[in-house]
């Protein structure tokens, strides 16, 4: 997916960025709190998807994709290339609207125009490409949504950045520059920074791209161990099998058909469905798999 650039992704106009984000907000501003209001904890929701079809011209890439994600469920969808997971995210962050069908989260329609109760779950994305800003620090990506929408005040999002970099094994490397970051802790910095808003989803989009098999079980030891302190639910777009099969509550494995089976991992290591364990096949070249 696409990522944007900060106001002044260089270096003399970066500063003027920061001295107008750091001017020091004081509890007055959040009623004698440190934080705004709307800044509670994360709370995880549960998603319902119905029937939910799209193409793009003659492709048709989703077909009457049915699912329910529980509220703290970590949940992670396989497949084959080309077969709509990424598209799938999308409707779900609202980037892209369904041709028939409809998103339910928390039991609301998130496509429904003017609906009556506003909308109040926070939902955050860590991309493919981690989408970190490189002319910031690591502590500076990751306090980037606090400081820009005036969240809390300036020392409390210095606690908070120190909570969630530890969170993600990062203890201590807000000073680092994102530059001199490994693949894998550039996923990790990516992560904390979508901690920060407290989401009540998170959505990792082909997490373990680029990354070697090691990296990979630090980053889903790192995922799996945020599910012990925060209240969140987690969708996972993956073609790494074994790494959705470890992490993960369930597993959901679609194709240009839709839903060809969801289920907990042993249910999937288990399966019988042809198209299952062909993908368990081929995507381990028979060393995980049971064939
Ligand atoms: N905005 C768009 N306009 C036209 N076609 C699109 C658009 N977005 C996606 N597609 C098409 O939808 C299909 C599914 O794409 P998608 O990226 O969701 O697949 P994927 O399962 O995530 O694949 P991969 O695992 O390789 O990332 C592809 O054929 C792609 O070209």
């Not at 900060?6 to 750091?22: H, I, M």
């Not at 492709?59 to 469920?73: A, F, Y």
């Not at 959505?203 to 630090?218: G, I, K, R």
């Not at 099969?245 to 399966?271: C, F, H, W």
Request: aromatic share 6%; with cysteine.
């Amino acid at each position: 997916m696409a990522q944007s650039s900060p106001p002044g992704n260089n270096g003399k106009s970066r500063s003027n960025f920061f001295s107008k984000l750091l001017h020091g907000f004081t509890p007055s501003i959040f009623n004698g709190s440190d934080c705004a209001s709307t800044y509670e904890e994360s709370r995880g929701v549960g998603i319902r998807i119905e029937n939910l079809c799209k193409s793009f011209g003659d492709n048709r890439v989703l077909t009457n994709i049915s699912l329910e994600i529980e509220p703290g469920e970590t949940f992670s969808i396989i497949g084959p290339s080309g077969t709509g997971k990424s598209v799938l995210l999308k409707h779900i962050v609202k980037l892209e609207a369904p041709d028939s069908g409809r998103i339910l989260i928390d039991g609301q329609d998130i496509h429904e125009k003017n609906p009556k109760v506003p909308r109040n779950y926070r939902y955050s994305m860590v991309f493919q490409s981690s989408a970190l800003f490189n002319s910031l620090s690591v502590g500076e990506n990751v306090g980037l949504w606090l400081r820009e929408n005036r969240i809390c005040t300036e020392s409390r999002i210095r606690r908070i950045i120190r909570e969630k970099l530890r969170l993600v094994g990062l203890a201590g490397k807000e000073a680092m520059l994102t530059s001199e970051l490994s693949g894998g802790m550039k996923k990790r910095v990516a992560i904390a920074r979508s901690l920060a808003m407290n989401p009540d989803l998170i959505l990792y989009d082909e997490p373990t791209a680029e990354l070697d098999p090691v990296t990979s079980d630090e980053l889903a030891r790192v995922i799996m161990n945020l599910k012990q302190s925060v209240n969140l639910t987690t969708i996972i777009v993956t073609h790494d099998l074994n790494f959705a099969l470890y992490l993960s509550d369930r597993v959901a494995m679609i194709n240009k058909d839709g839903i060809v089976e969801v289920g907990t991992p042993d249910q999937i290591k288990a399966s019988t469905n042809p198209i299952v364990r062909n993908f368990i096949y081929t995507t381990t070249k028979g060393i995980k798999g049971e064939d």
